[in-house]
């Protein structure tokens, strides 16, 4: 059963850092690219960071690129999204997710998803 587990959200004034991360198990997870979306109340799910297997290349969406930086840890079957100047505009559940292959912003692609966690920004 394949599970991913987020944590490291939680309540920080703008300006502020948040460091997210995705525990995976359950998969081969080098066999497997990995995505950050996120959800905010009254909107869509929307792309926000995505690193391939062996963490080589990574693509950001426009509003966190020099922000978020997502890395991954083979060895820990993690992955990882460090949020810095961070926004009230940044405040959604945060959501990791799973896919074979790379490429894309469409959350359709992905197979497996955690169960999000808050970050909450305080202007």
């Known amino acids: 059963q394949v599970q991913l587990v987020e944590s490291g959200g939680g309540l920080v004034q703008a300006g502020g850092s948040l460091r997210l991360s995705c525990a995976a198990s359950?998969?081969?997870?080098?066999?497997?690219?990995m995505g950050w979306f996120r959800q905010a109340p009254g909107k869509e799910r929307e792309f926000v960071a995505r690193?391939?297997?062996?963490?080589?290349?990574?693509y950001y969406a426009e509003f966190v690129k020099g922000r978020f930086t997502i890395s991954r840890d083979n060895a820990k079957n993690t992955v990882y999204l460090q949020m810095n100047s961070l926004k009230p505009e940044d405040t959604a559940v945060y959501y990791c997710?799973?896919?074979?292959?790379?490429?894309?912003?469409?959350?359709?692609?992905?197979?497996?998803w955690g169960q999000g966690t808050q970050v909450t920004v305080s202007s």
């Open positions: 997710a799973a896919r074979q292959g790379y490429g894309g912003v469409s959350s359709s692609l992905y197979g497996y």
């Open positions: 359950g998969l081969t997870f080098i066999n497997y690219s």
């Open positions: 690193i391939s297997s062996n963490g080589g290349r990574t």
